[in-house]
């Protein structure tokens, strides 16, 4: 049996899934997210587990892990999905990028491109939002050619509730915390005590559930200009890791972009990339073919 130390004052109900049974369900998860549970994340898991047990009426582990592998709807599949991964953003979140995004990256991809084509951006995972939203605001304030290109901003999440809630674009003052009185006041009305984002940028953001380890999923995401893929491949092992490395290559355009997180590098994932340093920003590329 597995078990987990609190204090007394603390104390958690008693971990009840044998310790068989938790590995094979770890391996099932990995296998259809590419996210590996660590050893210091078995409580975590085990609560959650739990709460899914306890929301389905399910009487013992093996009767809920065989709904979750065999339901036709993968409803539930969704749900513990939902419940294991950890969603925690706010708006211009490492915006160094952003900057990088505007300075650079647009006005060199302008330039092969002609008068109205499209040029595809691409947050993911987006969580609840805030991320590409905070894409589309830095490029209307700071690229003079946005009007000239047909931008379009594709964002993704593995956790449908997270999705639900970006296309609802409501935050708390705490997500808006780095905007400025003019961005808040140009972009967001007061509801509450939260915030609402404008009708104009909710219907700009193409939002979807998506798990990247599904490549017929993956099929709609090609001929991208910039990935925003950062802090999610930390949450991955090196096997998966290079696998989602690989459907983020098919995924660009020859010459397309990729920022990671900023305790990510893609020298020490895969040597398919070019860095570029733009300023103290480094970004990954896409050679082009005859590179």
């Known amino acids: 049996m597995l078990s987990a130390t609190a204090t007394p004052r603390d104390a958690a109900p008693a971990l009840t899934i044998p310790a068989e049974d938790y590995a094979r369900f770890c391996d099932f998860f990995y296998r259809k997210t590419g996210i590996m549970f660590g050893a210091n994340k078995t409580y975590f898991v085990e609560r959650r587990l739990q709460e899914r047990m306890a929301a389905t009426r399910s009487a013992t582990f093996r009767d809920y892990f065989t709904m979750v592998r065999f339901q036709a709807s993968g409803e539930e599949m969704q749900s513990l999905i939902n419940a294991m991964t950890v969603n925690e953003t706010y708006f211009y979140r490492e915006d ?15 330039r092969t491109r002609a008068p109205n084509d499209p040029i595809r951006l691409w947050s993911m995972p987006c969580s609840t939002g805030e991320e590409p939203y905070s894409i589309a605001m830095q490029i209307l304030e700071n690229w003079p050619q946005a009007d000239a290109f047909s931008v379009e901003i594709l964002a ?49 953001i193409d939002f979807s559930v998506v798990n990247i380890t599904e490549g017929l999923a993956m099929r709609r995401f090609r001929n991208l200009d910039v990935i925003f893929c950062r802090n999610m491949l930390i949450y991955f092992d090196d096997n998966s890791r290079r696998r989602a490395v690989e459907a983020l290559y098919e995924s660009l355009r020859p010459g397309g972009y990729i920022c990671l997180g900023h305790s990510e590098s893609m020298s020490r994932m895969s040597s398919m990339f070019r860095p570029r340093k733009f300023g103290a920003t480094i970004l990954y590329q896409r050679p082009v073919d005859n590179d």
Do not use: M
């Open 156 to 204: 993704s999440d593995i956790d449908s509730r997270v999705i639900a809630e970006a296309r609802q674009g409501l935050y708390t003052a705490r997500a808006l915390h780095r905007l400025t009185p003019s961005l808040k006041s140009r972009y967001f009305t007061a509801v509450g005590e939260n915030f609402r984002i404008c009708q104009e940028l909710r219907g700009s």
């Open 96 to 110: 160094y990028q952003f900057d990088a995004l505007v300075r650079h990256l647009l006005p060199e991809i302008a």
